[in-house]
T-cell receptor, first 109, second 114 residues
Framework: AQRVTQPEKLLSVFKGAPVELKCNYS??????LFWYVQYSRQRLQLLLRHISRESIKGFTADLNKGETSFHLKKPFAQEEDSAMYYCALKVTSGSRLTFGEGTQLTVNP | DVKVTQSSRYLVKRTGEKVFLECVQD?????MFWYRQDPGLGLRLIYFSYDVKMKEKGDIPEGYSVSREKKERFSLILESASTNQTSMYLCASSSPAATNEKLFFGSGTQLSVL
């Protein structure tokens, strides 16, 4: 069965510092990986997906099949990046997503 | 923009009560999902549905059932609420025809079972 692991429940950085939120997955097939974000008092929403290979709000994530990882990175964190971040995996045979445990990111001034 | 509406923001129920959580989406999405969100455990899939009157068990279906009589509405039912079902419940919808098939979430229902 597929599984997503986010090893850090809490991550705290200072404004302007680089940030990396870790995500590891286990799935023997060809996965699709996503990052979802929930800002305070807002709905959970899609941040980015690996297939798009895009940068959203300065965040990027590269799928590393060898290490089965999909870490989220931003070179210079901003206070407005403070949020809960979830990594998610979709198996190509269906539409359901499997989410990780989440990482609460706090960017301090 | 897609709107996923959950009928209640907060609910307080007693152990043993039958609880209904309602979710409505307005974008004609085929797929609908119920997750529960718990600190340290993330989002866990309870049930999902790919079409009207269809339902599939997720990862933690025990103690729950669902109903999808109309395409826009997906109801989660707790047959006999227990304290370990105290949680934030999130409904989501998606369309398999969309290019990115992203999930659109409701604002959540915080359920407390006393």
């Amino acid at each position: 069965a597929q599984r997503v692991t986010q090893p850090e429940k809490l991550l705290s950085v200072f404004k302007g510092a680089p940030v990396e939120l870790k995500c590891n997955y286990s799935y023997s097939g060809s996965p699709e990986l996503f990052w979802y974000v929930q800002y305070s008092r807002q709905r959970l929403q899609l941040l980015l997906r690996h297939i798009s290979r895009e940068s959203i709000k300065g965040f990027t994530a590269d799928l590393n099949k060898g290490e089965t990882s999909f870490h989220l990175k931003k070179p210079f964190a901003q206070e407005e990046d403070s949020a809960m971040y979830y990594c998610a995996l979709k198996v190509t045979s269906g539409s359901r997503l499997t989410f990780g445990e989440g990482t609460q990111l706090t960017v301090n001034p | 923009d897609v709107k996923v509406t959950q009928s209640s923001r907060y609910l307080v129920k007693r152990t043993g009560e039958k609880v209904f959580l309602e979710c409505v989406q307005d974008m004609d999405h085929e797929n609908m999902f119920w997750y529960r969100q718990d600190p340290g455990l993330g989002l866990r899939l309870i049930y999902f549905s790919y079409d009207v009157k269809m339902k599939e068990k997720g990862d933690i279906p025990e103690g729950y059932s669902v109903s999808r009589e109309k395409k826009e509405r997906f109801s989660l039912i707790l047959e006999s609420a227990s304290t370990n079902q105290t949680s934030m419940y999130l409904c989501a919808s998606s369309s398999p025809a969309a290019t990115n098939e992203k999930l659109f979430f409701g604002s959540g229902t915080q359920l407390s079972v006393l």
